[in-house]
């Protein structure tokens, strides 16, 4: 998508669509009252009829206003409030965008330098407004005979407040452009059946990405390479599958340093790349076993993410590793009782085949030791327990680092993509004791989200750590069943923030 940063006057812009705001009460914005002005009261007038309530993110086309160049004008609700929060914005940009890309037209203009915003400038805004664009633009066709029709929508310009900086807003606008892409990406793995995106396929799309990258480059562990390294824990998940298990290891090095100076130390993504998950001999019910496709999310949203990091060209490291393997029954399968030895050296009784991710993990976490990263966040689709406390609507958090912790919750406000500190503390340790190994892979029937971030724990004792069990954000169930694309935006904004 093309983007300009345009001054002059709504009313005698050349467009296909021009976006402006209304509020409730028919409150018409800046931009709005010169629409008014110049359309001879017609505005105001369409607006006493009372079909468009200016309810938050609502839309309504207008088409054929007098003394407007513009081809049609697209109303965006603003709500009831003046400033509005982060939330707020992206409802009504959501809802422009969802309008925009459902019609025919091939350039837009959002004139919406007049809307205020209560946590954040205009740059934030013309981010947002990107990314909307972008997610809107999203449709799941791969595996369908009919695919989606490309949108029509080519270019965007924005207007912007006086004093606004052309330079940052076009910086802001092509982030938001590789936020929403970093997010389709994550989605459309998300949502590729398992019989496709099986371990070796997400292996093949990371070495794609790194295709002509000069600073990102990928290997790929086979299970021989595993074993030779001592990954028990991970091979015991991927030994019922036919499919190979692979580890997944992408290094981004984005970090400006002078000639002969150290490196500093990358940050580190680990995702839990289940590209299906049965459970096993511990074999799961048949409801809505379909979903176990997703539990590759993790993997996928830091795949996701690293492509983004790659297009914002951010002046850090970052190393990716994605555990990616399928979880079968067979009479090669791992069974309730087996005893595995992990990487770490920690010997493993496997109670539930089902507790798999944190046995892939696991030795994922203990081979990120040999970066000495900065920091390493896990994310993962780990429990059930995580979609019972917390639905959908914020990602699971833990950590071994109370400040790590603070600073992922920020980022979460910021970007919208929220997460919620579970206690990690000691006392839930006992849970995994075992008679027969050094730990267990489950801690009983409570607490389930925090005895599965305890086990990974004791893999993590030799860096800064944070657990996101993203089993309730990661994808949508019924009818807008579909992955999510989160938390890429989470994690962009922690890797932006380290790089600034
Ligand atoms: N992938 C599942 C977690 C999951 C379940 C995510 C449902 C989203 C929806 C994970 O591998 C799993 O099966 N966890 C078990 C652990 C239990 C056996 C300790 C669970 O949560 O039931
Ligand atoms: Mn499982
Ligand atoms: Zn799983």
């Not at 206003?65 to 400033?83: Q, W």
């Not at 991927?238 to 984005?254: D, P």
């Not at 493993?348 to 966040?377: F, Q």
């Not at 993203?470 to 989160?486: C, E, F, M, P, Y």
């Amino acid at each position: 998508m093309k983007t300009a940063l345009k001054t002059s006057n709504p009313v005698r812009l050349a467009t296909d669509c021009l976006v402006i705001a209304v509020g409730a009460k028919s409150k018409l914005s800046e931009e709005a009252s010169e629409i008014d002005k110049a359309s001879g009261k017609r505005l105001s007038g369409i607006l006493s009829n009372g079909d468009f309530d200016g309810s938050l993110g609502s839309t309504l086309f207008l088409h054929g206003l007098a003394g407007i160049k513009a081809k049609r004008v697209l109303l965006v609700g603003c709500g009831e409030r003046t400033k509005l929060s982060l939330k707020e914005a992206k409802k009504l940009l959501a809802g422009g965008a969802k309008a925009l890309l459902a019609s025919q037209a091939k350039d837009a203009h959002l004139a919406l330098a007049s809307l205020t915003l209560a946590d954040a400038d205009y740059y934030w805004l013309a981010e947002r407004a990107a990314q909307e664009l972008v997610e809107a633009s999203y449709t799941y066709s791969t595996t369908k005979s009919t695919k989606a029709k490309p949108t029509s929508l080519k270019s965007v310009s924005l207007a912007a407040p006086k004093g606004t900086s052309k330079a940052k807003i076009d910086t802001a606008f092509a982030r938001g452009v590789a936020t929403g892409r970093g997010i389709n990406r994550a989605r459309e793995l998300g949502n590729l059946p398992g019989n496709i995106c099986t371990p070796t396929y997400l292996a093949k799309q990371a070495v794609e990405l790194a295709k002509g990258k000069r600073n990102l480059s990928v290997k790929v562990l086979s299970e021989k390479q595993m074993a030779r390294l001592g990954m028990g824990s991970l091979l015991s998940v991927s030994a019922g599958s036919s499919q190979e298990a692979q580890l997944i290891v992408m290094e981004y090095k984005g970090a400006k340093v002078k000639p002969k100076a150290n490196r500093p130390a990358p940050h580190m993504l680990v995702g839990k790349g289940i590209t299906f998950d049965t459970g096993g001999i511990s074999l799961k019910a048949g409801q809505a076993m379909d979903e176990m496709k997703f539990d590759m999310c993790g993997a996928a949203s830091v795949i996701g993410t690293m492509a983004a990091v790659v297009e914002m060209a951010l002046p850090i490291d970052v190393v990716a590793i994605v555990a990616a393997a399928e979880n079968m029954p067979s009479g090669k399968a791992t069974k309730p009782g087996d005893v595995v030895t992990s990487m770490s050296g920690l010997t493993i009784e496997i109670l539930n085949t089902d507790a798999e991710g944190r046995l892939v993990l696991c030795d994922a976490l203990t081979y990120g030791e040999r970066y000495k990263p900065a920091s390493v966040i896990d994310v993962a689709t780990l429990t059930g327990a995580a979609v019972a406390t917390f639905g959908s609507h914020v990602s699971a958090m833990l950590s071994n680092d109370d400040a790590l912790a603070a600073e992922l919750t920020d980022c979460g406000n910021a970007s919208l993509d929220q997460v919620w500190q579970l206690p990690l503390h000691d006392e839930y340790q006992h849970l995994l004791d075992s008679n027969f190994a050094d730990i267990a892979n489950i801690g009983g029937p409570r607490a389930g989200t925090i005895t599965a971030a305890c086990f990974l724990s004791r893999f993590t004792k030799k860096f800064k750590w944070a657990h996101l069990d993203i089993a309730g954000s990661a994808w949508n169930s019924g009818a807008a069943k579909g992955a999510t694309g989160r938390p890429v935006s989470l994690l962009l904004e922690y890797l932006r923030r380290k790089a600034a």
